[in-house]
């Protein structure tokens, strides 16, 4: 049965630093993001991916670029796949933001708080919205192909929470690791969520 499978960018300077740097600041991997995105492209080899789509941003570019370079592929933009926007928190670290207002990072899947709007931040309701056009045009347009989607964290719980309609605090608290995969299936007609965090073995471990 064909697959879906989202992988979330390798670890970043910002996840190091807790920087929040949105879309439009640069974030490289690091080398060790660089080697979790290597040990993930082997694990792809398995699946035979036909297509491959990616956020523009700098990171999850990066990060396609090693999988396709593994997997002798090709891959191409989609903004469906962008990373939030975090409108005024870009440049703040992660810690001083729920310093000053609690765990406004909770209650951006909740959605109720105006200082998410106040600071421009993308809901996660809109988030939801692109990734299920998403979704509903894959399983329009490429029915029998396996693809890949490179992109962020909430992109990715976005695309969980359709399949499992989680609870706010749940999606708070389900950690997606870089470079792991999220896996949908397609089953009559339908997608099933297969698999969330895979990864090679010793990372479990590690990490």
Not at 25 to 43: A, R, W
Not at 125 to 154: C, G, W
Not at 156 to 174: C, F
């Amino acid at each position: 049965m064909p697959l879906i499978v989202f992988v979330r960018h390798g670890e970043a300077d910002n996840n190091v630093k807790r920087l929040l740097v949105g879309r439009h600041i640069e974030s490289h991997l690091t080398e060790c993001g660089i080697q979790q995105v290597k040990d993930t492209g082997q694990h792809l080899k398995k699946l035979m991916i036909d297509r491959v789509c990616v956020s523009p941003v700098t990171r999850a570019v990066e990060t396609a670029k090693i999988i396709c370079e593994i997997n002798d592929l090709q891959y191409q933009t989609d903004e469906r796949l962008y990373e939030i926007e975090l409108g005024d928190l870009v440049g703040m670290n992660y810690d001083e933001v729920i310093e000053k207002h609690g765990n406004l990072f909770l209650k951006f899947y909740t959605g109720d708080d105006p200082i998410l709007d106040s600071y421009g931040i993308e809901s996660f309701s809109a988030v939801k919205k692109r990734i299920q056009n998403l979704l509903d045009e894959t399983m329009k347009n490429y029915p029998d192909k396996n693809l890949l989607f490179v992109t962020h964290l909430d992109p990715i719980k976005a695309a969980i929470s359709i399949m499992l309609d989680l609870p706010p605090e749940s999606l708070y608290g389900w950690h997606i690791r870089n470079a792991s995969m999220t896996i949908l299936k397609h089953e009559n007609g339908n997608l099933s969520l297969s698999g969330v965090n895979v990864m090679g073995f010793h990372r479990y471990i590690d990490e």
